[in-house]
């Protein structure tokens, strides 16, 4: 469902600032795969992330998603087959909409464009029916402004207009760092509801260790622009964080420092 092939990435080529943000990135998802990254600050997580939405463009390597090299496709040629939510619960939204009114942007985000109706009876049924998953009684809220709903309320729905259209990859990008402890949780498990409820592929970076343990069948480490570790679904479920840290010292003769990672 994804594979990214010898993906390479410089920024500030060729100067005092030049920094390696990727090298050599190889990666497999196969469909159904929910894959956790974990890393420091400037591990390349996000610009992984960025490179498979389209944001930015690998100065070589290529990009398939669902058998299609994508390598060339701008990002919004690409928003039709991924889902992705960012740290930022604004981001995802449009804050002056109502709920049916982000919904109908989701849900026919991937539909030819027509002179019909974007909200129907019909349609909101299908609305109130997903937003029943999220238990946050959002469903009778349709015409309330996303503008006015809390940081987790918006996060819920961004989560849940990414997953709308089962995307063939669907990108977590810190999706619960922004949040308080009980909101965090909250969105942790709606996550795993609706990424097991239609088995989508899913690709999440998070800073928080326990978080990438719980979930996900496949986890891979970063550090300096490149994956040092990967832990497969027959290791996965045994693993702790004290196994996470003594790899990554085996691997780079010294401690991980990162107290977000581990506190997160």
Same mark, same amino acid.
Do not use: C, W
């Given at each position: 469902?994804?594979?990214?092939?010898?993906?390479?990435? $410089? @920024?500030?080529?060729? &100067?005092?600032?030049e !920094? =390696?943000?990727?090298g050599? /990135?190889?990666?497999?998802?196969?469909?159904?795969?929910? =894959?956790? /990254?974990?890393?420091?600050?400037?591990?390349?997580?996000?610009? +992984? +992330?960025?490179m498979?939405?389209?944001?930015?463009?690998?100065?070589f390597g290529?990009?398939?998603?669902?058998?299609k090299n $994508?390598?060339?496709?701008?990002?919004?040629?690409?928003?039709?087959?991924?889902?992705? =939510?960012?740290?930022?619960?604004?981001?995802?939204?449009?804050?002056?909409?109502?709920i049916?009114?982000?919904l109908?942007?989701?849900y026919?985000? &991937?539909?030819p464009?027509?002179?019909? @109706?974007? =909200?129907n009876?019909?349609? !909101?049924?299908?609305?109130?029916?997903?937003?029943? +998953?999220?238990?946050?009684?959002?469903?009778n809220r349709?015409?309330?402004?996303?503008?006015?709903?809390s940081?987790?309320?918006?996060?819920?729905?961004?989560?849940?207009?990414?997953? @709308?259209?089962?995307?063939?990859?669907?990108?977590?990008?810190?999706?619960?760092?922004?949040?308080?402890?009980?909101?965090a949780?909250?969105? &942790?498990?709606?996550?795993k509801?609706? $990424?097991?409820?239609?088995?989508?592929?899913?690709?999440?970076?998070?800073?928080? +260790?326990?978080?990438?343990?719980?979930?996900?069948?496949?986890?891979?480490?970063?550090d300096?622009?490149? %994956?040092?570790?990967? $832990?497969g679904?027959?290791?996965?479920?045994?693993?702790t %964080?004290?196994?996470?840290?003594?790899a @990554?010292? !085996? /691997?780079?003769g010294?401690?991980?420092?990162?107290?977000?990672a581990?506190?997160?």
């Amino acid at each position: 469902m994804l594979k990214l092939t010898n993906i390479n990435k $410089v @920024f500030n080529e060729g &100067t005092p600032d030049e !920094k =390696v943000a990727l090298g050599d /990135i190889n990666l497999h998802l196969a469909p159904g795969d929910f =894959v956790t /990254i974990i890393g420091s600050n400037g591990a390349g997580k996000s610009t +992984m +992330m960025n490179m498979i939405s389209g944001a930015l463009t690998p100065d070589f390597g290529t990009v398939h998603i669902d058998g299609k090299n $994508v390598t060339a496709d701008a990002e919004y040629k690409r928003a039709r087959h991924i889902g992705r =939510v960012f740290q930022d619960p604004m981001a995802g939204t449009a804050p002056s909409m109502t709920i049916e009114e982000n919904l109908a942007l989701a849900y026919n985000r &991937t539909k030819p464009r027509t002179l019909g @109706f974007g =909200v129907n009876k019909k349609k !909101k049924d299908i609305y109130r029916t997903a937003l029943e +998953m999220l238990s946050l009684n959002l469903e009778n809220r349709l015409n309330a402004k996303v503008g006015l709903l809390s940081g987790g309320e918006r996060q819920a729905l961004s989560l849940l207009m990414a997953t @709308f259209t089962q995307p063939s990859i669907l990108l977590l990008d810190e999706h619960t760092a922004a949040l308080d402890p009980s909101r965090a949780e909250l969105i &942790t498990n709606i996550t795993k509801q609706l $990424v097991e409820k239609d088995s989508l592929t899913t690709l999440m970076v998070t800073h928080n +260790m326990q978080q990438a343990l719980d979930l996900g069948n496949r986890l891979i480490m970063m550090d300096k622009g490149q %994956i040092i570790l990967e $832990v497969g679904p027959e290791d996965k479920p045994n693993l702790t %964080i004290p196994d996470l840290m003594a790899a @990554f010292e !085996k /691997i780079r003769g010294e401690k991980m420092n990162s107290d977000r990672a581990l506190l997160g």
